[in-house]
């Protein structure tokens, strides 16, 4: 007895010491995937090696300055008389391009589109694990109501057997009655613990959505709100959606192609400036224009100007099937969230009608008119009635989130998170005069540092 005491005594100590802790909400979940997720990682890196193809273009209109040094042995043997001859000579060469007809500045204007079609690819990323998280964190809240609803079955079905042995004993039914319910409490068992197995698998899910497995879980948080009709979300879709954004800018680019490949027919005039010193104290300065352009190339000017008129068409023929392809997501993920809400609907009147059904049944049996399976079976289609319940519910709040992801809306800065966001600007505007050794360079170190590079 003294040990049992203490036994209390200590568990009622570790309760009173360990405060509960905070629920964890979904805002908590969607923070955590926006701030551990490596696949936004990547998809940032993507984006700042293509700000550095603006600084690579951006460095064309500059002045190629390089120096070339040079030394040598030479040994000559003329029979009695060898020499040896030791020579050394240093080169400073400058060399610009003054005139190509447009052809670095359409480089620099599509790496600049090719930035900002990074970026929105970057933006549908976001969307999808922001989705990812949503529905981890809704699948283990689903998960394990349905583990709580299967032990509430569990138990109940072994009240039954209970009961229907204690009426075996007194002779009102038979061993079968007793077997059907010793069958039906193993099986719900077994059901038991696969739900206890697709908790585990949930689990799995919200770690790697999140970066962590989930605690307790705060109840889901109201829906956020959606148009009032298909046409209007699909509407706000057109007009949003990083994915249509991005093919857009990728019409651009392909038009920019065609201009490219135009320039490169025309001539290109640069200045050249050099000078040498040898270990002879021999000085040597030249300076110089060329122009030169191609003037027969076996066809392969023509060939890349062919090319770029069809990707020009590409281009603007993936762009309308982009718009068709967002337009029908959005119809899709509308009539998914239509089809949840009608679920939830009808199975709040099977879960009545069950529930009604269960209760007539257990007092029939009670009054020796129905049977044991007949009990079971009652109470099997209420099970099945709110398990349904719970699978509509969770599918209905997940097809919110995706509703708003086919609208392109399913961000950081529209669900009002209240954390700081990843800033495409600042490593772009620390690149975009491509920088070496100076201010801007310094600036960049801490913006690489910042990021965690």
Same mark, same amino acid.
Request: charged share 20%; aromatic share 4%.
């Given at each position: 007895?003294?040990?049992?005491?203490?036994?209390?005594?200590?568990?009622?100590?570790?309760?009173?010491?360990?405060?509960?802790?905070?629920?964890?909400?979904?805002?908590?979940?969607?923070?955590?995937?926006?701030?551990?997720?490596?696949?936004?990682?990547?998809?940032?890196?993507?984006?700042?090696?293509?700000?550095?193809?603006?600084?690579?273009?951006?460095?064309?209109?500059?002045?190629?300055?390089?120096?070339?040094?040079?030394?040598?042995?030479?040994?000559?043997?003329?029979?009695?008389?060898?020499?040896?001859?030791?020579?050394?000579?240093?080169?400073?060469?400058?060399?610009?391009?003054?005139?190509?007809?447009?052809?670095?500045?359409?480089?620099?204007? &599509? *790496?600049?589109?090719?930035?900002? #079609?990074? !970026?929105? /690819? =970057?933006?549908?990323? %976001?969307?999808?694990?922001?989705? @990812?998280?949503?529905?981890?964190?809704?699948?283990?809240?689903?998960?394990?109501?349905?583990?709580?609803?299967?032990?509430?079955?569990?138990?109940?079905?072994?009240?039954?057997?209970?009961?229907?042995?204690?009426?075996?004993?007194?002779?009102?039914?038979?061993?079968?009655?007793?077997? &059907? *319910?010793?069958?039906?409490?193993? #099986?719900? !068992?077994? /059901? =038991?613990?696969?739900? %206890?197995?697709?908790?585990?698998? @949930?689990?799995?899910?919200?770690?790697?959505?999140?970066?962590?497995?989930?605690?307790?879980?705060?109840?889901?948080?109201?829906?956020?709100?959606?148009?009032?009709?298909?046409?209007?979300?699909?509407?706000?879709?057109?007009?949003?959606?990083?994915?249509?954004?991005?093919?857009?800018?990728?019409?651009?680019?392909?038009?920019?192609?065609?201009?490219? /490949?135009?320039?490169?027919?025309?001539?290109?005039?640069?200045?050249?400036?050099?000078?040498?010193?040898?270990?002879?104290?021999?000085?040597?300065?030249?300076?110089?224009?060329?122009?030169?352009?191609?003037?027969?190339?076996?066809?392969?000017?023509?060939?890349?100007?062919?090319?770029?008129?069809?990707?020009?068409?590409?281009?603007?023929?993936?762009?309308?099937?982009?718009?068709?392809?967002?337009?029908?997501?959005?119809?899709?993920?509308?009539?998914?969230?239509?089809?949840?809400?009608?679920?939830?609907?009808?199975?709040?009147?099977?879960?009545?009608?069950?529930?009604?059904?269960?209760?007539?049944?257990?007092?029939?049996?009670?009054?020796?008119?129905?049977?044991?399976?007949?009990?079971?079976?009652?109470?099997?289609?209420?099970?099945?009635?709110?398990?349904?319940?719970?699978?509509?519910?969770?599918?209905?709040?997940?097809?919110?989130?995706?509703?708003?992801?086919?609208?392109?809306?399913?961000?950081?800065?529209?669900?009002?998170?209240?954390?700081?966001?990843?800033?495409?600007?600042?490593?772009?505007?620390?690149?975009?005069?491509?920088?070496?050794?100076?201010?801007?360079?310094?600036?960049?170190?801490?913006?690489?540092?910042?990021?965690?590079?």
């Amino acid at each position: 007895m003294r040990g049992w005491l203490l036994s209390v005594v200590v568990a009622l100590s570790v309760v009173v010491a360990v405060p509960e802790g905070r629920a964890e909400t979904l805002a908590d979940a969607l923070i955590a995937a926006y701030n551990n997720s490596n696949l936004l990682d990547q998809n940032r890196a993507v984006l700042r090696a293509a700000d550095e193809d603006v600084a690579v273009a951006v460095s064309s209109l500059r002045p190629v300055v390089a120096y070339t040094l040079q030394g040598g042995w030479q040994r000559t043997d003329l029979g009695p008389v060898v020499t040896e001859d030791l020579s050394a000579s240093l080169g400073l060469s400058a060399e610009m391009t003054l005139l190509d007809f447009g052809r670095r500045q359409i480089g620099i204007d &599509i *790496a600049r589109e090719s930035v900002l #079609a990074t !970026r929105q /690819a =970057l933006l549908d990323v %976001e969307q999808n694990v922001l989705l @990812a998280a949503v529905s981890a964190y809704v699948d283990v809240r689903l998960a394990q109501d349905v583990v709580a609803l299967r032990q509430s079955n569990l138990r109940l079905i072994t009240q039954e057997l209970r009961a229907a042995r204690d009426r075996f004993d007194v002779g009102e039914i038979t061993r079968t009655d007793v077997s &059907i *319910a010793e069958a039906r409490l193993a #099986a719900s !068992r077994a /059901a =038991l613990a696969a739900a %206890e197995g697709q908790l585990k698998i @949930a689990r799995e899910a919200y770690k790697a959505a999140t970066g962590a497995y989930p605690h307790r879980l705060a109840a889901l948080p109201k829906a956020p709100a959606l148009p009032r009709t298909m046409e209007e979300a699909q509407a706000v879709a057109r007009a949003t959606h990083p994915l249509l954004k991005q093919a857009q800018h990728q019409v651009t680019i392909a038009d920019l192609q065609v201009a490219l /490949a135009n320039a490169n027919r025309l001539p290109t005039v640069g200045a050249g400036a050099s000078l040498g010193l040898s270990d002879g104290g021999v000085q040597s300065q030249s300076l110089g224009l060329t122009m030169n352009q191609t003037l027969y190339g076996g066809g392969r000017l023509s060939a890349l100007q062919r090319k770029a008129l069809a990707g020009k068409d590409a281009a603007r023929a993936g762009l309308q099937q982009a718009a068709v392809g967002i337009v029908q997501n959005v119809g899709v993920a509308w009539a998914n969230l239509s089809v949840a809400n009608a679920s939830i609907e009808a199975s709040d009147l099977q879960i009545r009608a069950a529930q009604a059904a269960f209760d007539g049944v257990r007092e029939e049996a009670a009054a020796g008119t129905r049977t044991t399976l007949d009990v079971l079976n009652a109470e099997q289609e209420l099970l099945d009635a709110r398990n349904a319940r719970l699978e509509a519910e969770a599918q209905r709040y997940v097809a919110v989130y995706q509703v708003l992801a086919t609208m392109g809306l399913l961000t950081v800065d529209h669900l009002k998170l209240g954390i700081p966001t990843y800033d495409p600007e600042a490593y772009y505007g620390a690149v975009r005069n491509a920088p070496a050794h100076s201010v801007q360079g310094k600036k960049l170190d801490r913006i690489l540092e910042k990021i965690g590079n």
